[in-house]
Structures are given as structure tokens and as C-alpha cells.
């Protein structure tokens, strides 16, 4: 099993409406989770940090679940801007783990 | 205020070239750092990571080394390139252990 794991997508959406994405990861130690976005051949751009009591910043919205170990983000309102692929990162220790990432169109 | 630094940002190379990809960060001290590789259209993969001078750890066994030969710089070596070898690779660093991770811009490595 992999250690953080993703819907790959594509999720297809119209502009306007609300999408949400989940990560699960395996290892019960995991300490800090954070999104990433990442643009077509552009590094990755740290999104929001996630934490336990559920944070926002402004359309978006992070959740943890520890118990069942998943993280979520939810984008509320999406903007064509939105378009891009978004990665689940989990920190264990020293390492710091990616999904694979999940991708979003968003359709005019 | 913390920037990093990764060059060059495009290479072609032969099969069974040799390799080194910099990266430096500036603006903080002791910083973690880590090299990543991602193939065309799939996830990124860690390779190497350091948390101090020439401490180094790998993740997957292959073709490439890294080395930390001041605290602020972090080097990507491979003696002999392979064709397997192409892809992005990123160079990141954080300031303590769980915290969040900031990316240079990338190098595109196309072995030919």
C-alpha cells in the first residue's frame, strides 16, 4: 500500500461550482500534512498547511481526520484559475511524502 | 526573507554523461533539504534528503548521489546518466523537521 494515496482524476468541473478532493496515507506517525498545487511543468506551491481542528483560507478548506487518516480540501466557488493538479504531502520524521496528485479542469 | 536557488533549469545530456545539479538556499540557517524527481505525468519521488553537512540519506537505490558540502548548498550527481533517468527534478528545503516545504524552480533533464 502506498504511504499517501490520491484520486488521480481528472475531475471536471464547471466554473462556479464546488469540488472536493480527499487523501488517505498509512502510517499512523504521520505528523504534519499540507496541499500543494502544482502547474503543468511548474514546481509545486505550497496551498494551505491542514490541521486537526480544520482551517480556511477564504474559498478554501482543509480537514483532518486522524482517526481515519485522511486529509481533505474542498474549493468552494472555483475559478478557471483553479485549474491545476493538487497534492496531498504528509511529514513523518525527516521525510516528507507526496501524493501522486489529483488533477482539476475547471470549464468555463 | 528565504529564497531558493536551482540551476540549470533545462539540460539535455548523452547517455553516459556525467551530472551535477546545484542548489542553494539563502536567507536561513541549517536548513532540511531534499531532492525530488518527477517522471512525466507521474507523482514526485524523493531521492535524497539532508539535515545537516554531509549528512546524507537516499531513498531508492539508482544512478544518482547527492551530496551537502556547506549547510546551505545541496548537490545531485550521477557519474554515468541512463535514459531513465530523464525528468524534473525539484530541490526543496525546510526549516525544521514537519514543517512546509518551498521549491526551486526545477531542472528539466532530458537524457538522450
Known amino acids: ?26 502510517n499512523s506517525a504521520s505528523q504534519s500534512f499540507f496541499w500543494y498545487r502544482q502547474d503543468c511543468r511548474k514546481e509545486p506551491k505550497l496551498l494551505m498547511s491542514v490541521y486537526s481542528s480544520g482551517n480556511e483560507d477564504g474559498r478554501f478548506t482543509a480537514q483532518l481526520n486522524r482517526a481515519s487518516q485522511y486529509i481533505s480540501l474542498l474549493i468552494r466557488d472555483s475559478k478557471l484559475s483553479d485549474s491545476a493538479t493538487y497534492l496531498c504531502v504528509v511529514n513523518r520524521d525527516d521525510k516528507i511524502i507526496f501524493g501522486k496528485g489529483t488533477r482539476l479542469h475547471i470549464l468555463p | 526573507s528565504q529564497t ?6 533545462t539540460l539535455v545530456q ?62 545531485l550527481s550521477s557519474k554515468k546518466l541512463l535514459l531513465s533517468d530523464s525528468g524534473f527534478y525539484l530541490c526543496a528545503w ?9 521549491f526551486g524552480s526545477g531542472t528539466q533533464l532530458s537524457v538522450l
Open chain 2, 14 to 75: 548523452p547517455v553516459g554523461s556525467p551530472l551535477s545539479l546545484e542548489c542553494t538556499v539563502e536567507g536561513t540557517s541549517n536548513p532540511n533539504l531534499y531532492w525530488y524527481r518527477q517522471a512525466a505525468g507521474r507523482g514526485l519521488q524523493l531521492l535524497f534528503y539532508s539535515v545537516g553537512i554531509g549528512q546524507i540519506s537516499s531513498e531508492v537505490p539508482q544512478n544518482l548521489s547527492a551530496s551537502r558540502p556547506q549547510d546551505r548548498q545541496f548537490i
Open chain 1, 1 to 26: 500500500r502506498k504511504e499517501v494515496e490520491q484520486d488521480p482524476g481528472p475531475f471536471n468541473v464547471p466554473e462556479g461550482a464546488t469540488v472536493a478532493f480527499n487523501c488517505t496515507y498509512s
Open chain 2, 94 to 102: 525546510a526549516g525544521q523537521i514537519n514543517e512546509k516545504l518551498f
Open chain 2, 4 to 9: 531558493i536557488h536551482q540551476w540549470p533549469a
